[in-house]
Structures are given as structure tokens and as C-alpha cells.
């Protein structure tokens, strides 16, 4: 089996609940949504739209850590735009785990002197679409092989493509195995977890349209498999976004999905970040929610391997 992903790096977790703990990323290529929105003066009019990746010059880029950042449209869009196809990395499930293992400091998920344990994120792109499924479980499954069981998986999505038969039966048999009274069973290094960063894109922000962006049954039977994870919004401060987040959420607490709800500012980079940050964490709060910057992007300024 070989894996089509765009690049793979270590780094801390930049948003919501796990902000600051050491992460392995693999980060595949393809997604059904485009973002398009994001950043734009009217993300509800794509007339007006500016988009750099359309019109970067490409002709000197053989490496995706040469880019630059996107401030408008999808931050992460050579994950899926065919005009770089030709940076997709193309390797064996084992070539791709020895490259992921090669990023961690000591060769392995547990520190040896602190035990800190170091998480495995997949992203994209959109990790869940129906081929990149298979890939992360050939990963996890290798990693397994060396013995080296992580204990803990993040997969970043946007929530709009089913969890397949293969990765839910994966998902229960290796992460949530429970003993006769139904209890959970942990491993050498502790209770493993499956955690569901689910981010949906909003109208209002993105560009993308309700019925294409929200799909409530499908998170909420990523719920089902495993009830860890977190809502993730992106809001731009008007009173659409607002109301844009109170409604789907309540399609997801119907769905069954009762994550925590986080709520992040627009923003690829940081004087863009800062412009809005305020204020969005102070109105974010007072109606209920939790608030999360993007690390990443104040510390690295969004970079691509960051």
C-alpha cells in the first residue's frame, strides 16, 4: 500500500483542547471542501474573491516548505488543489512511517526522561474521505508492529465524510477495548484515545454551504465510536457567524454529538489573527463557549511544517 500525503512534521498543538502538547503530523492530500472564504471581504460572494494559490508561480516550488502563506482562501490549499499535485509525496506505509519516526526527538512517543507522551495527529486535506482512512490505519497499525504504540490519535476533520465499517471496528478493538463489566481496559502506557477534532465550515466564513458543510448524523456517529473530540468554529465576528454557530450547534447536540465547543478567530496569519482576536474571545466567552487562539500562528506565523 502506498500513502498520498502532502508532508509530515512535529510540532505542539496549536488549537483547542490539547494546545501545547508535543504532536507527530501526517498530513494527507485531498479534501471535498475548498474554504474559499476565508479571509475574503464577503465570504458569501465569490465574485470577489482573491485567491494566491491560483496565481502563485510555481515554477521554481519542487517542495511544499517553499511556499508561502495563503492570508486569504484555504491556509492548507496545496493539500488539495491540483496545481500541486506535483509536491504530493508518494511513499510506502512503511517508507511513510520511517520518515514520521525520524521527526520524533527520541525515536519514539514516550519522552524517556519526562514520559510526556506525543501525539499522533492526521489532518489534511480531510483525513476522512474514504481512501485516506486505510492509510491511517496501515500507519498506526506499523507503528504498532515496531512497538510503538501511541496512545493517543487526533484526527482533525471538517465532519462531513462517514466513518467507514473498517476504521470504527479498528477504533474499537484498538482503542477502546473493555473488559466484562464494561470498563475501559488501558495498555502499558495508559488508556489509549481516539480524539475527533471536528471543524465545520461555516457560510459565513468559509464560503461553503450548509448543506454541503454540515452534516450532523455523520459526527454525530463519529460521537458514537468514540465520544472524545471538540466542535472547532471559525467565527469572523459578525452576528451571522454567531448565529451560524449557535444553530449548528444545536443540530449536533440532536445528532448525539455533545463535544465541547470551541470557537477560534479568522486568520492565516498573524496581523490577521490580531485584528479580531479580542474581541471574538471576549464575545466567544460570554456566550458560552470555549475560546482558542492558533498558537502556531503567533509563535510561527502559520508556516507551512509549523
Not at 508492529?145 to 474499537?172: D, W, Y
Not at 465550515?201 to 460521537?223: D, M
Amino acid at each position: 500500500m502506498t500513502l498520498k500525503y502532502s508532508e509530515t512534521f512535529y510540532s505542539a498543538q496549536g488549537e483547542g483542547s490539547y494546545v501545547g502538547i508535543p504532536s507527530l503530523w501526517m498530513r494527507f492530500f485531498l479534501c471535498n471542501l475548498q474554504c474559499n472564504g476565508f479571509g475574503q471581504k464577503d465570504p458569501t460572494d465569490p465574485s470577489t474573491y482573491e485567491l494566491p494559490y491560483e496565481t502563485i508561480d510555481l515554477t521554481n516550488i519542487d517542495n511544499v516548505f517553499d511556499l508561502p502563506v495563503f492570508d486569504k482562501g484555504c491556509d492548507s490549499s496545496y493539500t488539495w488543489s491540483k496545481r500541486f499535485k506535483h509536491l504530493i509525496t508518494d511513499k510506502t506505509v512503511e517508507e511513510a512511517v520511517d520518515e514520521l519516526q525520524a521527526h520524533l526527538p527520541h525515536g519514539n512517543f514516550i519522552h524517556p526522561v519526562t514520559q510526556n507522551k506525543t501525539h499522533m495527529v492526521f489532518t489534511g486535506g480531510e483525513p476522512m474521505i474514504k481512501k485516506s482512512q486505510p492509510g491511517m490505519i496501515s500507519v498506526l497499525e506499523e507503528f504498532a508492529r515496531r512497538k510503538m504504540n501511541n496512545t493517543h490519535v487526533t484526527v482533525e476533520t471538517n465532519g462531513t465524510r462517514a466513518v467507514t465499517p473498517e476504521l470504527e471496528e479498528f477504533i474499537s478493538n484498538r482503542f477502546y477495548t473493555t473488559d466484562e463489566y464494561g470498563g475501559m481496559i488501558p495498555d502499558s502506557l495508559g488508556t489509549p484515545e481516539w480524539f475527533w477534532s471536528v471543524s465545520p465550515k461555516l457560510w459565513s466564513t468559509a464560503g461553503e454551504k450548509h448543506s454541503k458543510a454540515i452534516c450532523p448524523e455523520i459526527v454525530g456517529k463519529y460521537a458514537e465510536v468514540s465520544n472524545h473530540g471538540q466542535l472547532k468554529f471559525v467565527v469572523n465576528g459578525s452576528e451571522e457567524s454567531w448565529r451560524e454557530v449557535e444553530e449548528n450547534t444545536k443540530l449536533f447536540r440532536e445528532a448525539g454529538c455533545n463535544f465541547p465547543v470551541w470557537i477560534m478567530g479568522v486568520g492565516g496569519t498573524f496581523e490577521g489573527l490580531i485584528q479580531t482576536e479580542a474581541t471574538i474571545a471576549d464575545e466567544a466567552i460570554q456566550r458560552g463557549y470555549n475560546y482558542t487562539s492558533r498558537v502556531h500562528v503567533h509563535i510561527y506565523g502559520n508556516a507551512i511544517g509549523k
